[in-house]
């Protein structure tokens, strides 16, 4: 009688979300739901609506204020994004008749709102594929049926497990729980496992292009700012961007900013073929993301298309109805001069890890430490005849400047001497 309930238990609940914040070590993506966190307390305090766009406006310009650079990072924006679809799902006119208080048995209700908790997770997915796909080249089809089952038990079980485990190890007895928190554990680890292994699980997409991305991020803002049906007009762009995204094609060829390591991607069997023998992990999953690709690489010395010796691979490479020569450095010993102006002179594309003399003069696209060292890594489309750069990527800034391209020249009617 003499206290606000709601205000007491929104105190409670806020100091249990930063008593977690700080169990889980306090990263930024965590501070960031606890700073949500918090303002939906707020607002339930004084009884204001929990979930709004204005609660949302508030916590974004806290995060911006503290870390605008996490702007352009996924996690913000998968946050903020999923967010914003769970927000604007409460608000629409289907949900809340859905969820409106009824008579029926509390088993109907309960049903009710599990489907309520699958269409949140099948919305989510929707919202964060693209997000997904442009900063992994992946997207997960069964996300939304997995965090039914992962999220509650997260929740309620594996971090209070946790932190009674930490509780009772003041007095030496954390054993039992250390061993069920360890068991919830290995529990959210095999059905992450089990997901993951289902066919369709996992997409690989090539490298989605910021214009694209953004079309998606225009359109589905639209789509959950508006109320009127003009919001329908964001399927639009946001169609435009599908569109976009079924007629990516992968680059043919991709050159890491040192130009030691390349991949081309073999249309016939669909394989990616390698360069040099990647013992990085690192590298070669990135190559293997930007192609789209999953499986194991092959070398390109077996490449049918591809000739090699010690120190140069020459092969031929057919897009399109037309074919390309490429000339790729994989030795660091000397080699004559004469010869090599030779074999750059019928060459459409020279690729090296080392400096070459000016004497080499393809026809389309010189790509050597000197070139690679202002352009970093590239991607080539040869059936387009279009090169994109790391520096293309990052802006306008004084470290960095991108080498023109050589334009195609005319093949010359004799072949010089091969190396």
């Known amino acids: 009688m003499r206290l606000r309930l709601p205000l007491v238990a929104a105190g409670f609940r806020a100091f249990s979300g930063i008593f977690y914040t700080l169990l889980t070590g306090a990263e930024v993506p965590t501070v960031r739901s606890c700073l949500g966190a918090l303002l939906v307390l707020a607002a339930l305090a004084l009884g204001r609506e929990a979930l709004s766009f204005r609660m949302l406006a508030l916590a974004t310009f806290l995060v911006m204020l503290l870390w605008p650079e996490s702007l352009v990072g ?157 919001r329908f007009a964001g399927l639009v762009p946001a169609a435009i961007g599908a569109l976009q995204l079924a007629l990516l094609n992968p680059p043919d060829i991709m050159i890491s900013g040192d130009g030691r390591h390349l991949g081309i991607i073999d249309t016939q069997t669909g394989e990616l073929l390698i360069l040099r023998d990647i013992k990085s992990q690192f590298v070669r999953d990135n190559l293997a993301e930007t192609a789209g690709m999953s499986g194991e690489a092959k070398q390109l010395e077996k490449w049918r298309d591809a000739h090699c010796n010690h120190d140069f691979f020459v092969a031929t490479m057919r897009r399109g109805g037309r074919d390309s020569h490429l000339l790729i450095a994989r030795g660091r010993d000397s080699v004559p001069e004469r010869a090599l102006a030779a074999a750059c002179e019928c060459s459409d594309i020279v690729i090296a890890d080392r400096w070459l003399p000016s004497s080499c003069h393809p026809r389309w696209l010189k790509a050597d430490r000197n070139y690679l060292a202002r352009s970093g890594g590239l991607t080539i489309d040869h059936e387009g005849q279009t090169i994109r750069s790391v520096a293309q990527g990052q802006g306008a800034h004084g470290c960095w400047r991108e080498p023109e391209p050589r334009h195609p020249r005319p093949r010359p009617t004799t072949k010089p001497d091969q190396l």
């Open 74 to 230: 996924p996690s913000f924006q998968m946050s903020f994004s999923a967010v914003i679809a769970i927000v604007a799902l409460s608000q629409s006119s289907f949900v809340r008749r859905w969820l409106a208080p009824r008579s029926e048995a509390w088993s109907a209700r309960a049903l009710r709102h599990l489907a309520m908790v699958l269409l949140t997770g099948v919305v989510i997915e929707i919202v964060l594929m693209p997000i997904a796909i442009y900063h992994f080249q992946r997207a997960g089809a069964y996300g939304a049926l997995a965090n039914v089952v992962a999220i509650p038990l997260t929740t309620l079980v594996i971090m209070p497990l946790i932190a009674l485990a930490l509780t009772m190890d003041l007095v030496g007895a954390g054993a039992p729980a250390w061993w069920l928190a360890d068991m919830a554990l290995s529990l959210l680890v095999n059905l992450a496992h089990l997901i993951a292994g289902q066919p369709g699980a996992v997409t690989h997409m090539p490298a989605l292009g910021l214009s694209s991305f953004l079309l998606f991020a225009a359109g589905g803002l639209w789509l959950a700012l508006w109320h009127r049906p003009i």
